[in-house]
């Protein structure tokens, strides 16, 4: 189901039509990426999917509730149909993660729904096809070392479809895509050399994680995958 | 929007940069170590403690430990702009040049071994949207300027524009120490002078291997006993008190205050240093080498700057002195910069 991460990525720059960072213009500019399909992009304090069902009925983008909405405190949640999409993200995380859980629903939509949407299986175009996936809330502290986990659904009238990948798998690739686009492995491993000398400890991490706008957590994860954190950072 | 930011916020230029106490000065923010893991008694017991005398110590003109090289940190910036967020709460924006220097005394001629001179730009940015200051950001970089993200202060955000203004000031503070440590790092084969806390620089050298001093001017804590303190105002021209250990939340170290300077006429204080060496080099290394300590004073003193006309001879060494200068010569200049921030970001 999923392309190549790479791939999407590529594309993403080629839609919107904009340069690859580079080690010198290394922070994303994620919002004009996203600018490149029909999404849109909330931030709504005390985000749960009902709020977000809510703002979308507020708003006409849907006519009826979101099934399955509740109460559950969100970090990030994305509602696809057929036509559109749209991000949220809860405001009053930092904007560090604000952005990783923005760049993590942007890879479902692209890895997973997209192409689900794109490959002709709803052929009647008023059948209603509702995605959603809600990213759970992540530790309130900026430095915690986790990455974000969510949950798909996808609403009733579709589940005849060829299933999606497991959930599990889902989730992992959503990270990964997040990472490849905030941190890109030709960028990091370039920062890495031209900052890795320099920097003890994990005064790499800071460095790092400031060049990119990303979090620290973010960026120990990034490059403890990629096996670029020397030994002094890993303590 | 980009470097539109600030002004599509509402941002207001700031000329005036004058020192103002806090409004609401009930936060004690300093991380107090545990008094009872310090160690007064290190190298004398209280009732013992008295001055030593340093200043007629032999050191050998080649002795191994002696700092030939000296780092010193810049900071030089001041908050140019204030805006607010949503809910009222200002939002200081700090430009800064930031910088580090390694001076090298190789057989008296001293030269500048190695630097790095950033400009940065440092504020709150969690109350505002994502894409607005991801847009500013890389607009900034463009530019050749970094956006350091500032923590709110420990309470939160607060109305009281000068603690704010502290957390933006300690942010660019902490990069620039951040940039020392890189410093220490080109220089941490050979014995090294830090102009500052070596808390703050642990993980730039090897605390074992390193003969590191740091040399603390201000004095912001109580480390000391009456008798210590007693001490302390006896201490003449070239004399030192008992070394003490200190158990700081990075490293552990010895340290002992020293009189570099100072006439009748100045503050009882002025001209008293704190040193502080890694604790694991003295006792490991070292073997508690007490002549070390009394070495590397005699030869703190002869570093001492010699420059009347600077304001801070008293508690200067020569070496950090020409640093700051250095450093002062890499930088655009205050004006210069602050005018070309305010052009870039038409405020």
Sequence with gaps: ?235 | MGLEFLRNNGAHRMRDDAQRPLLLDNDNERDEEPEEQNNLAYEQPAEDWHPIDVDSVAVSDDWDFCPRRFIDGKDLGRTVAWLQTEDGYPIPVRLSEIGAVVMWNNTGCLRREWYTVERVVSMIVDPFPWDEVESFAAALQEKGFRLLQCQKPRRGLTYDFQEMRKATQNRSLDEMMRLEKQALVHASATPVLVDGRLESRAGGFDELNTPVVGMIKGHYRDYLHDQGWRTYYRLRVGQRTPAFFLKQKNIEVVSWYLRMGGTQSDLPNWGVVRLEIPATFFEQKLGKDWSYINRLSRVICEYRCKDTSYLRASVSLYPIQRGEECLGALFTGADTIVQRFYNLTHL
């Excluded at chain 1, 500019?29 to 931030?43: D, P």
């Excluded at chain 1, 050399?193 to 957590?217: K, N």
Aim: glycine share 4%.
């Design chain 1, 1 to 235: 189901m999923a392309q190549s991460i790479q791939a999407a990525i590529a594309d993403l720059y080629s839609i919107a039509d904009i340069p690859q960072p580079t080690v010198k213009q290394s922070v994303i500019l994620l919002s004009e990426l996203i600018g490149g399909y029909n999404l849109t992009c909330t931030e709504i304090v005390g985000l749960t999917s009902e709020a977000a069902s809510n703002f979308l009925l507020r708003r006409g983008a849907i006519l009826e509730p979101i099934t399955d909405a509740d109460k559950e405190p969100l970090a990030g949640y994305i509602y696809v149909n057929k036509t559109s999409g749209h991000i949220f993200v809860e405001r009053s995380d930092f904007l560090v993660r604000r952005r990783f859980s923005v760049a993590h629903e942007l890879g479902h939509y692209v890895l997973h729904f997209l192409p689900l949407i794109a490959s002709g299986v709803f052929v009647d175009e008023y059948e209603l096809v509702e995605i959603t996936e809600a990213l759970a809330p992540s530790s309130p502290e900026e430095d915690a070392d986790d990455l974000p986990l969510g949950q798909v659904r996808i609403s009733q009238q579709t589940e005849c479809l060829p299933p999606l990948p497991p959930y599990e798998q889902m989730e992992r690739e959503a990270n990964e895509f997040a990472a490849e686009l905030l941190m890109p492995v030709k960028v990091i491993r370039k920062l890495v050399t031209h900052y890795a000398a320099d920097c003890p400890g994990d005064d790499l991490i800071w460095r790092l994680s400031s060049e990119m706008l990303v979090s620290r957590a973010a960026m120990r994860w990034r490059l403890r995958e990629l096996h670029a954190l020397p030994t002094l950072a890993a303590h």
